[in-house]
């Protein structure tokens, strides 16, 4: 039986003064909404995801009568839906109080029927893909055993791939002949592979590997019936790029782009044209190109971050964007020019908060990117600061909004946000440089930005504290652990606390994803496992430290993190331990506003703010 852990204060409030308190959590709940999808042949029908009902759920948007209604209503919330193409339907993955495991269900767009099985013979599991045709559907489903494909048609299931390797269903062709699907036979799920099949008969078409430690990404085949090209995304030249593969003649054209950073895209309607999404130091822009005369033109948006971004049938672009002062908004681009809001939700719109700053820090493995945002108040003397550490790890700090970076500023900390080795956003190589020292990697490059900060005079070096969830939980950990001279506190959401007894709990789709990054499991490379695991210096843990996991997280399970605060208790160490009834984290906005108001307060505590 697991040791009883210390709970946290949980506060009534954060601040003393009313204006700043209802400030911080009117940015957590007021009401945001994502940027609508829309059936293809029927893009007068919508869905989104909005916490407008203070749980973050699906809702139906019916632009021919502009109306919207709540779709699903769940206690954890529910962010995974799509549209059939004639927008009769609404899919929506249904699991378990957020454990990831489970069915796709539909129900009838305008509502008046309870959600049921889309495909009742398809397995439960871990979603790996999803495409939906008018007459062909096919899903991918990930298990301990591997992961397995189906096609649904003429009301039978078949599946026609199965494979111990990570695999997913990635891209249907318009007139739904063809299926591209990623997978990693070679045994490299970070590095996927293609494979086209023909529907009629699954019929291998073409196959493209462009080899080790490069990685391919069927986005979408040409919207035109008939037409084979695919738009991939590849990092032949140490950065994601994309190509145009014509499958069934089997020939390539490598879209040479002249702008820094990183590329992903889309297609126009007609498919003469594609839509650009730029990402680059924090920052993304939308650009349309013209393969034929490889033309490109930039669309103006305001300086920030696009999160998402869709052209609609009359060659509108609709797009969400925020920075990091502004909250976000999704707004619609018209082919002459004009932007505006597309979707106002209810209410008053979240509280705007403080910008970010770029500071490039000379690192072990190169320059170091950081975004750093301090207090509105901030004098000149050194600050309490928190270091806030990013999932992932392939993800990155934008200068976008975050209600999680204000709370802080207005609690007094300067605020480092570190796009350490691991990042993306930042080539290839950059991204793929923890490979076999997963973590320590990392915190080098976290160490080179700390101190920075010292000598800079931003920060107050007695009053540093390490911050992160899932992926920065687990920095955070090894941080507490391997740095231990360099931090105050430490507070770790969902983390992996200890390596192997999370890769044995883990879902599979991790497995592979921690064998590709360690060089092997646990059984095959012991000593990188134990080396990058912080439980493996649990106790050289001198700062308080904070944790908060959610008992149904298939990503970083309930057991592991157990032990590390059994290991904890047993020295006495100073700690907290915060568990709730969700997975991943929380979709209930009243969840998350406890949680984060235990976090900053903890961490006050601990540097002398609170």
């Keep these: 039986m697991s040791t009883p852990h210390p709970s946290p204060e949980v506060p009534e409030a954060l601040f003393a003064d009313p204006e700043r308190e209802s400030r911080w959590r009117a940015r957590f709940s007021a009401a945001r909404v994502s940027l609508p999808d829309w059936a293809l042949d029927a893009p007068h029908a919508s869905l989104y995801v909005s916490n407008a009902g203070g749980v973050w759920e699906l809702y139906a948007w019916d632009r021919a009568r502009d109306s919207h209604r709540q779709v699903t209503d769940r206690p954890n919330g529910t962010v995974h839906g799509t549209l059939s193409p004639d927008g009769e339907w609404i899919w929506w993955f249904d699991d ?3 454990d990831e495991f489970g069915t796709w269900v539909r129900e009838p767009f305008a509502g008046g029927a309870a959600a049921a099985p889309a495909i009742p013979d398809v397995p439960a599991g871990y979603p790996a893909g999803l495409e939906i045709g008018h007459e062909l559907c096919a899903v991918g489903v990930s298990t301990d ?3 397995a494909l189906y096609a649904h ?8 791939y199965a494979s111990e390797h990570d695999a997913d269903v990635s891209a249907l062709s318009r007139d739904e002949r063809l299926l591209a699907i990623g997978h990693a036979e070679h045994g490299d799920s970070r590095h996927p592979a293609l494979r086209i099949l023909a529907t009629a008969d699954d019929a291998v078409v073409a196959e493209k590997w462009d080899g080790e430690g490069r990685g391919l990404a069927a986005l979408s085949f040409s919207p035109r019936k008939g037409d084979p090209r695919l738009l991939v995304q590849h990092e032949r030249r140490d950065r994601e790029e994309l190509l145009i593969w014509d499958v069934e003649a089997d020939t390539e054209t490598e879209l040479h782009i002249d702008l820094p950073g990183e590329l992903a895209g889309d297609w126009y309607p007609d498919g003469e044209a594609l839509l650009i999404a730029q990402f680059d130091q924090g920052r993304s822009r939308l650009h349309r190109y013209e393969p034929a005369t490889a033309t490109l033109t930039a669309l103006d948006t305001a300086p920030g971050w696009i999160g998402s971004a869709g052209v609609r049938p009359d060659g509108t672009v609709e797009y969400s964007w925020s920075n990091a002062a502004e909250p976000p908004l999704v707004r619609s681009r018209e082919p002459g020019g004009d932007d505006r809001v597309l979707i106002t939700p209810p209410g008053e719109r979240a509280p705007g908060s403080r910008p970010v700053t770029d500071v490039y820090v000379d690192g072990p493995g190169g320059r170091v990117h950081a975004l750093v945002s301090t207090p509105e108040a901030a004098g000149g003397e050194p600050l309490p600061t928190v270091f806030l550490l990013h999932g992932g790890p392939h993800a990155a700090d934008e200068d976008r909004f975050s209600a999680y970076r204000a709370v802080w500023l207005d609690a007094g900390f300067a605020v480092v946000e570190v796009n350490y080795r691991g990042s993306t956003g930042y080539g290839s190589s950059w991204r793929d440089a923890i490979e076999g020292r997963p973590g320590l990697t990392e915190l080098e490059d976290v160490a080179a930005v700390h101190d920075w900060a010292l000598t800079s005079g931003l920060t107050d070096a007695d009053r540093c504290v390490v911050a992160g969830a899932s992926w920065g939980g687990y920095l955070t950990l090894l941080a507490l652990g391997t740095q231990p001279g360099r931090w105050s506190a430490g507070v770790a959401g969902v983390p992996v606390a200890d390596y192997v007894a999370a890769y044995d709990d883990e879902m599979e789709q991790l497995r592979a994803f921690d064998r590709a990054l360690f060089g092997g499991s646990p059984s095959d490379v012991p000593e990188v496992y134990e080396t990058c695991s912080p439980i493996t210096y649990v106790d050289t843990v001198s700062a308080p430290v904070l944790v908060l996991a959610g008992d ?4 970083c399970p309930i057991r592991q ?3 590390y605060l ?7 160490a100073e700690y907290a331990f915060y568990r709730y009834d969700a997975g991943h984290g929380s979709l209930v906005v009243a969840e998350t506003i406890t949680q984060v108001a235990i976090e900053v307060s903890f961490a006050a505590r601990a540097v002398g703010l609170a």
């Design 561 to 563: 993190i157990e032990n």
């Design 153 to 160: 048609r003429d009301g039978r299931t078949r599946r026609f």
């Design 566 to 572: 059994d290991r904890l208790a047993a020295r006495g």
């Design 96 to 98: 378990t109080d957020g």
């Design 145 to 147: 055993d591997g992961s």
């Design 552 to 555: 149904n997280d298939p990503r």
